[in-house]
């Protein structure tokens, strides 16, 4: 697994493609030759940006499903939603279908947000609220999360 690290922002261009920003770009490097995929978030309005590799051990997961319980299948369809493989071009811009640009009422200013080994892209007034929010107290959900893993890894 490739840890991306960084919040980085930019604009969208006339024909919906976004400059991925230099540092980002550096870090996908080993993953712009085998392309990506851009689906819906499950949780926010957002999008995710999987490399290939990271889509790859995700469907492993998914496979592992019992596909004739319904609620399985439900799952898969609507995980799967919107799916697109997307790649980046020569110049380092990233084509969003308008279907997902919709999606996540992306409209001039992105943010490209990493999230362990994917990344967000958000619109930036959304991407604000969402980590603004007072509907979140960060500190109790911090403690709530990562406060009980005293386990043989470190974490604590």
Excluded: H
Excluded at 52 to 72: H, S
Aim: aromatic share 8%; glycine share 6%.
């Amino acid at each position: 697994m490739n840890t991306i690290v960084g919040t980085y922002e930019c604009k969208v261009d006339a024909k919906g493609r976004l400059l991925l920003p230099a540092p980002l770009k550096k870090q996908l490097a080993t993953s712009l030759q085998n392309g990506f995929v851009l689906k819906r978030s499950v949780f926010q309005s957002c999008l995710e940006l999987y490399p290939m590799e990271e889509w790859d051990l995700m469907m492993q997961k998914i496979n592992r499903l019992n596909r004739f319980v319904k609620k399985n299948n439900d799952f898969i369809r609507r995980f799967t939603a919107g799916v697109k493989v997307v790649e980046i071009d020569a110049l380092g811009r990233l084509l969003v279908p308008k279907d997902l640009v919709a999606f996540a009422s992306i409209s001039k200013d992105v943010v490209f947000s990493s999230a362990v080994n994917i990344v967000e892209i958000w619109d930036k007034d959304l991407y604000e609220r969402s980590i603004n929010g007072e509907d979140v107290d960060f500190a109790d959900l911090a403690e709530e999360v990562m406060g009980n893993t005293n386990n043989d890894n470190g974490i604590s």
